[in-house]
């Protein structure tokens, strides 16, 4: 028939697109070398390791950036064969032990193919290098291959790619690019944050406010700071600081602490001369505060209790309120209601999932409208101190309100989950009656008309058999079958889907084949 013809040259074509061409081999002796090396490596790693535990990371130096260690070591151009180079990194506190730790290496590595060149260096020797602007040499230890981590390579590796997203995005804007905090003092972890500054040229912008300027690039910096964790592979959060360059100046001018420390202890990964020349008048002593700003910051140390108070007051009125307002919210959305406002979460909470769903006790409630009310009375200025005790007891009641709130999830979850999982029954029970007709025997019918003819997968007549059963148990079940039912009913409805407009594709095919041969 026409339509079984149509239908088979159809299929025949979609086995033709789905056809790709197979990549080339890697040669079998090129596999067995690298295999071979990866081996002799890893047992290396092993035996130095083992000998110098304190050692914090060795890793493989990206082939690429060879060439410049081989300038910097010397490496005579006419050697036969190629060098690997592996740096091996130790904490500042064994920076004696460097000549030891190399000799050793020197010894294990003799017999390895191809030959490796070995840099064994404190993260002090590798800001040297920062320090005199070898950047790119810092980055190709950053990118090295960890064969052993303690944490700096990773951290050295989320900082070089944010580095790069940061300045191939913004080059023109971007003065410096500085790391900070413990990875600059050699105290990295796995899981460490990891601190950088950049610095934000505004002397010359024209178009918009200096403001302007640092909020839009402060966004787009952050987002890349997760961009390159995940790049990375690594667990370390990476927090990234923006400054203006005239903010900064100014903040520098009247002796800010926060910036004396950032230039003292910065490492530059990016510079176009601005941050080392501060680095190095700060040495030299040339850059002091002024007598008002010495003032300034002894009045702060005096003003310690009103500090305190205001700090008590700024947590009861922000963070523990909006630590309770915020999963309300959530929760709300989770039942199914639009984004509501912080003062209708309040009522909602109460007149939905107390009053009306039973979901959650009044003294939930209570909790949320003391909190509310200790908020708005700061906000109206009805009350205008709290003390310690009180803070005690309100994060005490978050506390408690936040775990009711996680089994809440689990309750409205379940709900949900019943909703959705009839909706898609009755969606494919439409579907399927206009496909094969209304039938008492739906499991039959559809497994002899589709699935035998091959017009459907075995796996969907699985997924409805499950569809099913769910719906005899009303879609009371678990969780985890809740969702793997939900998941297989909408792949279900998609190749339903697909076969009927292929049924229709055919139909249209097989129409214009006869209107052809009746011509």
Known sequence: ??????????????????????????????????????????????????????????GLIPPQAAELFEEEEEIQKNEKEKF??????LPESKEKEIGKVKAEAIKAVQKIKPKIWLHVHTPAGIWE?????????????????????????????????????????FEKYIVSYVLAGSLSR??????????????????????????????????????????????????????????????????????????????????????KGTFMPWKLLLRMGKITGTPEAIDRFMALGERVKENVSKRLNDIATE???????????????????????????????????????KLIEKKYIEILEKIVGVYKGFEHGKIKEVSGKQIDELTKDAEDYIKRLKELVKQISEKTSERTLQTLYEDAIKMLDATLGKTENLENKFEKELV?????????????????????KKFKMGRQEAERVRKDAQVLISELTEYNQRKELLRKIAEEEKSKEKK
């Open 452 to 472: 035998e003819k091959g017009r459907m997968p075995a796996s969907s007549l699985r997924a409805l058999q499950e569809l099913l059963k769910a719906k005899s």
């Open 186 to 271: 050699g105290e990295a972890t796995k899981t460490s944050d990891v601190d950088t500054f950049v610095i934000v040229d505004d002397t010359d912008v024209k178009r918009m406010s200096r403001a302007e300027l640092r909020d839009k690039l402060r966004g787009i910096i952050w987002g890349y700071g997760a961009q390159a964790g995940e790049m990375a592979g690594v667990k370390n959060k990476l927090s990234c600081q923006i400054y203006i360059l005239t903010e900064f100046w100014d903040a520098v001018r009247e002796a800010h602490p926060v910036m004396f420390t950032f230039i003292r202890d910065g490492i530059p990964f990016y510079d």
């Open 1 to 58: 028939m026409p339509e079984e013809e149509a239908e088979k040259r159809l299929n025949d074509q979609l086995k033709q697109d789905k056809k790709q061409p197979k990549a080339e081999e890697i040669p079998e002796k090129l596999k067995k070398e690298m295999e071979q090396t990866k081996i002799k490596l890893e047992s290396f790693k092993k035996e130095l390791v083992k000998k110098f535990p304190f050692i914090d990371a060795v």
């Open 84 to 89: 690997m180079h592996l740096v091996i990194i």
């Open 129 to 169: 290098m920062s320090y005199d602007a070898k950047y790119d040499m810092v980055e190709a230890i950053s990118m090295a291959y960890p064969l052993h981590d303690k944490g700096i390579l990773g951290a050295l590796r989320v900082v070089a790619i944010h580095k790069n997203l940061v300045v191939r995005k």
């Open 319 to 357: 963070e523990i309120y909006w630590s309770i307002i915020t999963p309300s919210q959530g929760i709300l959305m989770l039942y199914g209601l639009a984004p509501a406002t912080p003062k209708e979460t309040v009522q909602l909470m109460g007149d939905i999932l107390y009053e009306k769903e």
